[in-house]
């Protein structure tokens, strides 16, 4: 049974950093390309970050620079650092594994 906990959100002001983890348990989490969703309020859910199972990483335009989604396969956990974060970052981040499963999200709060 694969299962996704995030955690790591919370409240920060602009200009400021997180870093959000993921952990997985069930399958084989070296195989598995992972990625980071948000939903902003009202909005729908967005693609932010994907690494896959050699370590490339893509980026959503909006986060190019400011973000950067890693992993430890040691660990079967996801990470995303946050740095400079804008109040149009507010939303729920979501691990996501293999397009295929969620996790719960973790709520991040930017104030202006």
């Known amino acids: 049974q694969v299962q996704l906990r995030e955690s790591g959100g919370g409240l920060v002001q602009e200009g400021g950093s997180l870093r959000l983890s993921c952990a997985a348990s069930?399958?084989?989490?070296?195989?598995?390309?992972m990625g980071w969703y948000r939903q902003a309020p009202g909005k729908q859910r967005e693609w932010t970050a994907t690494i896959t199972t050699s370590g490339n990483t893509n980026y959503a335009n909006s986060v190019k620079g400011r973000f950067t989604i890693s992993r430890d396969n040691a660990k079967n956990t996801v990470y995303l650092q946050m740095n400079n974060l804008k109040s149009e970052d507010t939303a729920v981040y979501f691990c996501?594994?293999?397009?295929?499963?969620w996790g719960q999200g973790t709520q991040v709060t930017v104030s202006s």
């Open positions: 069930g399958g084989i989490f070296s195989a598995s390309t």
């Open positions: 996501r594994r293999d397009s295929a499963y």
